[in-house]
């Protein structure tokens, strides 16, 4: 019996990866806006916001189209490059988060921006993190007998 659409949990790669988008379009909108982020500081610090925001999402997108099948010979190295990128989404989370509270002063964000960004920043990389750890148990690899 299946369960009917509007019960249905989404899965932690669908929720990773549409929060990953809106972080990502979020970031370059406000980054791209002169009155937000001055161009006088756009090789020093804003080109490397919007570069680690898109890595986000590039990341998730990249590690979703991994497919990893244990019944499929070298489903293990395609698990472990599936982990890998999800670290780095992750890890990209967190230096935003620092690029975040470094443009605060210079820009002079609005303390309820940075609080959105964040939270948005935030939200993604608990999504990935749970993807991961989700990831981990169905790909757990088992000892094997003699190793």
């Known amino acids: 019996m299946s369960v009917p659409e509007s019960k249905r949990t989404p899965k932690p790669v669908f929720l990773a990866a549409l929060?990953?988008?809106?972080?990502?379009?979020?970031?370059l909108r406000i980054c791209t806006n002169p009155k937000n982020f001055s161009p006088q500081f756009q090789y020093a610090l804003t080109d490397a916001i919007i570069r680690t925001a898109i890595t986000v999402h590039i990341c998730v997108h990249q590690a979703n189209n991994i497919r990893v099948d244990p019944s499929k010979a070298g489903w293990e190295e395609r698990a472990k490059n599936r982990h890998q990128l999800q670290e780095r989404a992750a890890a990209s989370c967190n230096a935003l988060l620092a690029y975040i509270d470094l443009a605060k002063p210079i820009y002079h964000l609005s303390s309820k921006r940075v609080r959105y960004w964040a939270k948005l920043t935030i939200e993604a990389r608990e999504l990935i993190q749970g993807w991961k750890d989700s990831d981990s148990q169905r790909f757990k690899v088992t000892d094997k007998p003699g190793m």
């Not at 929060?19 to 979020?26: F, I, N, P, T, V």
């Open 19 to 27: 929060k990953a988008r809106e972080l990502a379009a979020y970031t």
